[in-house]
């Protein structure tokens, strides 16, 4: 992978999209390391929201009371990749929102508009922040086809479903086919939610089934120097 500490730091928005175990959020990461910007896990805040309202007991079935809670709760999310830490309130939910209780019930919250709505509007005010000092990537489901569609680049990663499974169960250690069971029910429930997973108009879709993570970054660091417009400065 390209390493250059000397690096100009990269003025844009990288719109990461994909399925979970397609690689996104290690490749976000890396990404943004390697730029020195800034880094936005959206997944991470659906999680958080998921956790507030189960925290506070609100059926899933209620909509309404679902999304006033999003609303209500406190959520903060950092946006440096070599430091992420997400808050609900004063209590730090890094490993919370990574148990399955909340992995169970996330399309469920995520699925409620309201809840959408403003989870996105947050996150439009975190990108024009780092805008302000500097770029972002940002990692999601529907971040170059909603969140950012004016991103200076659009990605799609995909994977092979059995390669998905494997790398989510060797993140969360937990069978891998349990794990492939979970991962096209989730697949399953995104495609009938307001913003179905799919890749962006003008976004670049790449499998990383045979890719190392490093060469992918190395992909898009390509990508980036041969797509940055006028005025953008790319690596």
Not at 36 to 65: C, F, K, N
Not at 101 to 110: L, Y
Not at 181 to 188: C, E, I, N
Request: net charge negative; charged share 25%; proline share 5%.
């Amino acid at each position: 992978m390209q390493t250059d500490s000397n690096r100009t730091p990269f003025h844009g928005v990288v719109a990461i999209d994909g399925p979970s175990g397609s690689g996104k959020s290690t490749v976000a990461k890396r990404l943004a390391v390697a730029l020195r910007a800034g880094y936005l896990d959206t997944g991470a805040m659906y999680r958080a929201a998921t956790w507030a309202v189960l925290a506070a007991g609100v059926p899933l079935s209620d909509a309404d009371e679902v999304a006033a809670c999003v609303r209500s709760a406190a959520l903060s999310i950092t946006t440096d990749p070599t430091a992420v830490s997400v808050r609900v309130g004063d209590v730090p939910v890094d490993a919370a929102i990574r148990g399955p209780e909340v992995t169970g019930a996330v399309s469920a919250v995520s699925g409620v508009p309201a809840v959408r709505a403003h989870l996105i509007a947050e996150q439009r005010r975190l990108i024009d922040a780092a805008r302000d000092v500097g770029g972002i990537v940002v990692e999601g489901r529907d971040i170059g086809a909603v969140v950012a569609p004016d991103a200076e680049l659009k990605v799609f990663l995909t994977a092979d479903p059995a390669e998905r499974a494997r790398r989510r169960s060797a993140e969360t250690a937990a069978d891998v086919a349990a794990t492939a069971a979970d991962l096209q029910r989730r697949d399953t429930a995104d495609s009938k939610v307001t913003t179905p997973l799919a890749a962006a108009d003008g976004a670049i879709a790449l499998d990383t089934t045979y890719e190392s993570i490093d060469q992918v970054v190395d992909r898009l660091l390509g990508l980036l120097s041969a797509h940055a417009p006028a005025g953008v400065e790319a690596p």
